[in-house]
């Protein structure tokens, strides 16, 4: 199964509305990072969150992030119709070189 | 601006047809990642090299996938023979691993093979 899983799959708000994304995931982790990937294009990353931070901010992209129950979240604030895309949290699970990325939540973004 | 690059960026074929995907790393990465992502499995890891060694190609079909990094700065992704199933977009990504375990990865834009 994913290790990590996004929730909700699928959000729709207006512009100048906050989003919230959230992750879960199931074993240790060395850090999570959170990538957006535009229709059609190919993954871009956003932020890395370390498995010793709580939060981090980017821009108007906040991250937290709870080891003790393994999820994250990723807030967008004041949303806009460009931040419309798929939205995949990854993890770098200790011991390993790879990262493993969720099925994504999709948010649109309306005018 | 450093980016990774993929050709050809779309892909028509026949079944059976050997298809070749070809990537450009970021220079200075020493990982690159070829990924599969379908609507129904998501994005799936292929293969990945390190320093331009195969680490691991356990999410390769092995009768028909092959994966080769012939210099640092081109990575290769083979369907021979090619069949319908294959039809997905995929990804290659660089980055750098770091203290023993990855950090970012840099994804190309992809290349959208459609096998008839």
């Known amino acids: 199964s994913q290790q990590g899983e996004e929730d909700p799959q699928a959000l729709s708000i207006q512009e100048g509305e906050n989003a919230t994304m959230n992750c879960s995931y199931k074993?240790?982790?060395?850090?999570l990072q959170w990538y957006r990937q535009n229709s059609g294009r190919g993954l871009v990353h956003l932020i890395l969150?370390?498995?010793?931070?709580r939060e981090k901010h980017s821009g108007r992209l906040r991250v937290t992030l709870d080891t003790s129950k393994k999820s994250s979240s990723l807030l967008i604030t004041a949303s806009r119709a460009a931040d419309t895309a798929s939205y995949f949290c990854?993890?770098?699970?200790?011991?390993?070189?790879?990262?493993?990325f969720g099925k994504g939540t999709m948010l649109l973004v309306s005018p | 601006d450093a980016r990774v690059t993929q050709t050809p960026r779309h892909k028509v074929t026949e079944m059976g047809q050997e298809v070749t995907m070809r990537c450009q790393p970021i220079?200075?990465?020493?990982?690159v990642f070829w990924y599969r992502q379908t609507m129904m499995q998501g994005l799936e890891l292929l293969a990945y090299?390190?320093?331009?060694?195969?680490?691991?190609d356990s999410g390769m079909p092995k009768d028909r996938f092959s994966a080769e990094m012939p210099d640092a700065t081109l990575a290769t992704l083979k369907i021979q023979p090619s069949e319908p199933r294959d039809s997905a977009v995929y990804f290659c990504?660089?980055?750098?691993?770091?203290?023993?375990?990855?950090?970012?990865?840099?994804f190309g834009p992809g290349t959208r093979l459609l096998v008839l």
């Open positions: 990854a993890t770098a699970l200790a011991g390993y070189s790879t990262l493993t």
């Open positions: 969150i370390r498995s010793n931070e």
């Open positions: 990504a660089s980055g750098l691993r770091l203290a023993g375990y990855q950090e970012t990865q840099y």
């Open positions: 074993t240790s982790i060395n850090n």
């Open positions: 090299f390190r320093n331009r060694a195969p680490l691991d």
């Open positions: 220079l200075g990465h020493n990982t």
